[in-house]
């Protein structure tokens, strides 16, 4: 009986020393390089998850030892970096999408747009390339009118002597304003600079 006694006595100790168990556990525990955005610790190696809010950030084994339960996901990022969600309220992503089949005339060092010599020849290039029939709408986006050098706008003549047998339309930076040959776009009220 003392035997048993010493025994079920062994087994509680020893069952005692794995650690305390984490009081909450995480759902999941992302491994490996973890940026913060924060000055005071911008990278880490670890990050636990629950409910999908933060519970703690450190090193691997800090948070594993604090945060891993039975159910916990572990996720090694397996040398790439994990990085915050970015909330954009006001965003025109769905417009990438689209412009696979336009013309980027962003200014440098995003685009060819430096001049408005520039974003012609990049809208020759581009009607070139693929072989753009007479009549199709060829169509940039990223003008930035206020990059332009000595005040010169792109307007709709420089666009008609370059294109006199397709309807362009130039979306400025913003996506709210473009410049068009009007002519080719059924418009008769345009103003002659091609800005609407």
Partial sequence: MKRVAALAASLMLAAGCGGPKPEVTADTIFAGDVLTINDAQPSVEAIAVKDGNILAIGTRRDIESASKGANTKVVDLAGKTLLPGFLDPHSHYINSLSVANQVNVFAPPAGPGKDVGAIV???RKFRDARNIPAGELII???YDESSMPDGH???RDDLDRDFPD???LVGDV????????PRRSGSSDFPPTGIA
Avoid: I, K, R
């Avoid at 913003?174 to 040959?181: E, V």
């Fill in 153 to 155: 706008m792109l307007n």
């Fill in 121 to 123: 020849a990049e809208l």
């Fill in 166 to 168: 397709h309807p362009v």
């Fill in 140 to 142: 940039a986006y990223g």
């Fill in 174 to 181: 913003s996506l709210h304003a473009p410049c068009s040959t």
